[in-house]
């Protein structure tokens, strides 16, 4: 009976006391960051063309090389960075002759190895046209083809 008793009294004791503790309890913070990277694109018919001319068509005249444009979902001012492989310079493929210095026209631009050769416009631009003007040629040009390659590169603000 002490011993039941003992039992009694220590179910009892142990039922009080588990009502004193506190529940356990901890929380956090979630922080959560969406992030969409900045993008600018080059548009238009010049974006990877190529362009095919016989002398007659460019012998002092300017010629459309199609249109160029940007599109961004950046807002502001793009820098357009015009360069050329030759320096502006129309050379033999074979010979390495230049039958010609030329310039690029974009957006009001003349683009040439003299020129500066940056436009800045907005980052959202539609196309307009981007033209080649070449200068009177040579009385006599050597048969094959001359050539050169312009790189445009665009870079937000």
């Known amino acids: 009976m002490n011993f039941t008793k003992t039992l009694i009294a220590a179910g009892i004791l142990l ?16 922080s959560i960051n969406v992030t969409k990277d900045a993008y600018v694109n080059l548009i238009g018919t010049a974006v990877g063309s190529t362009n095919s001319f ?9 010629v459309s090389l199609g249109t160029l444009g940007l599109e961004s979902n950046s807002q502001g001012q793009c820098d357009m960075t015009f360069s050329s492989a030759n320096g502006y310079q129309l050379k033999h493929n074979t010979s390495g002759a230049t039958l010609v210095n030329y310039e690029i026209s974009y957006a009001g ?7 500066a050769n940056t436009v800045t416009q907005s980052c959202n631009t539609a196309a307009t046209s981007l033209d080649l003007v070449s200068p009177a040629l040579p009385a006599v040009v050597d048969a094959g083809t001359y050539s ?10």
């Open 15 to 30: 039922a009080s006391s588990s009502s004193v503790f506190a529940a356990a309890t901890d929380s956090t913070d979630i």
């Open 148 to 157: 050169d390659t312009v790189t445009v590169t665009v870079v937000t603000q």
């Open 54 to 62: 016989v002398t007659s068509d460019i012998d002092a005249k300017t």
């Open 109 to 115: 631009v003349t683009n040439s190895a003299a020129g």
